[in-house]
């Protein structure tokens, strides 16, 4: 069983404690990678430890193969709830636009019915913000 050596350098800083769990008469100095020489590691953990090659082997092969999968499982987990806030997202923003385009045809049903009304109204507001804005600048 090959333990892939670029997976294990990447995931060496956070798997280090459960190497340490497994086999505690190990020191921080016994557990350097040394330019890379994952060879180098395992020999030294089959020196202090006594395990076979292929158990120290198979139990990093493991660690690391945990550790993708478990990075795996929180990607697939964000892009869920990405997906699930997306969806969110169309509804709601479905609603708004449905309502706000139900108000403009109420607005344009009540202009259709009541043309003079609704440019009084117009002629109103337009009175009421010319005065505002006259006082505004007439204040300063």
């Known amino acids: 069983m090959a333990i892939n050596a670029q997976e294990l350098q990447g995931q060496w800083n956070n798997l280090q404690g459960k190497v340490k769990e497994k086999w505690g008469q190990l020191t921080e100095d016994d557990l350097q990678i040394h330019n890379g020489n994952i060879d180098q590691l395992v020999g030294k953990i089959q020196q202090k430890t006594g395990e076979g090659r292929e158990a120290v082997e198979k139990f990093l092969t493991e660690l690391t193969s945990g550790g993708s999968s478990a990075l ?4 697939e987990k ?7 806030a997306g969806d969110r997202f169309r509804d709601r923003y479905g609603n708004v636009s449905e309502q706000a385009r139900e108000r403009l045809e109420s607005a344009q049903d ?3 019915h009541n043309p003079s009304q609704a440019l009084a109204t117009a002629f109103g507001v337009g009175i009421v913000a010319g005065l505002i804005v006259g006082l505004s600048l007439r204040s300063r």
């Not at 964000?78 to 699930?84: E, F, G, T, Y």
């Open 110 to 112: 009540i202009v259709r």
């Open 72 to 75: 795996a499982g929180a990607a």
């Open 78 to 84: 964000v892009s869920n709830l990405a997906q699930q």
